[in-house]
């Protein structure tokens, strides 16, 4: 079965400081996909990246980094100097590379609430 | 650009009412339509999805049903709501071809069932 496991339920960090979101996933493919979302408090979820099983470079956007190992089936999100605007709910997801409506069938964590005080 | 709209945004029933939650695409043609729900203090969980119109695949048994008349048009339903289907409920889209599962997202719906 596929599991996605995000360990730290609530991160409270002080302008500036860099911050990491761990995600680790459990699946029996061996190609798959791995996202993470974004909830800001509005609710509405922001795409921020997604990622093939077979692609583990790392990726930077800005103030963003990901780190994909698939040895140790982990997919962390770093955020550096965070800002006040990065506080939201952070979402991490797996899914199978699927054809048809059922791709669309994301296996998402229970989240990380990133606080980011002034 | 292609936009989604839900609504109501927010809604509170009494159990046992009725419910219908609507979205809408906009800017996009077939999109593969899906409900999920988020749980307070849960991930997001996918209730139903549709290829096109009148094709509705269940991912959860429950007693909410969902509809798609129109092809931008995906409605969610339920004859007689349980105080566990509060949440908070989102629709999203994404293309048909093969490995277009980026998932673009409404606003959201916030049910509460009294």
């Known amino acids: 079965a596929q599991k996605v496991t995000q360990a730290q339920t609530e991160i409270s960090v002080v302008e500036k400081e860099d911050v990491t979101l761990d995600c680790v996933y459990e699946?029996?493919?061996?190609?798959?996909?791995l996202f993470w979302y974004k909830q800001p408090p509005s609710g509405e979820l922001v795409f921020l990246i997604r990622?093939?099983?077979?692609?583990?470079q790392n990726e930077i956007s800005g103030r963003y980094s990901w780190n994909f190992q698939k040895s140790t089936s982990s997919f962390n999100f770093t955020i550096t100097a965070s800002q006040v605007v990065d506080s939201a709910v952070y979402f991490c997801?797996?899914?199978?590379?699927?054809?048809?409506?059922?791709?669309?069938?994301?296996?998402f964590g229970k989240g990380t609430k990133l606080s980011v005080k002034p | 650009s292609q936009t989604i709209h839900q609504w109501p945004a927010t809604l509170v029933q009494p159990v046992g009412s009725p419910l219908s939650l609507e979205c809408t695409v906009e800017?996009?043609?077939?999109?593969?339509l899906y409900w999920y729900r988020q749980a307070a203090g849960r991930g997001l969980q996918l209730l139903f999805y549709?290829?096109?119109?009148?094709?509705i695949s269940s991912e959860v048994p429950q007693n909410l049903s969902a509809s798609r008349p129109q092809d931008r048009q995906f409605i969610l339903s339920s004859k007689k709501l349980l105080l566990s289907d509060s949440g908070f409920y989102l629709c999203?889209?994404?293309?048909?071809?093969?490995?277009?599962?980026?998932?673009?997202f409404g606003a959201g719906s916030r049910l509460t069932v009294l």
């Open positions: 999203a889209w994404s293309g048909t071809t093969p490995g277009a599962n980026v998932l673009t």
């Open positions: 699946t029996r493919d061996t190609t798959y996909y």
């Open positions: 990622r093939n099983s077979f692609d583990e």
């Open positions: 997801a797996l899914s199978e590379i699927n054809y048809g409506g059922s791709q669309g069938n994301l296996i």
């Open positions: 800017g996009t043609s077939n999109p593969n």
């Open positions: 549709s290829v096109g119109i009148g094709q």
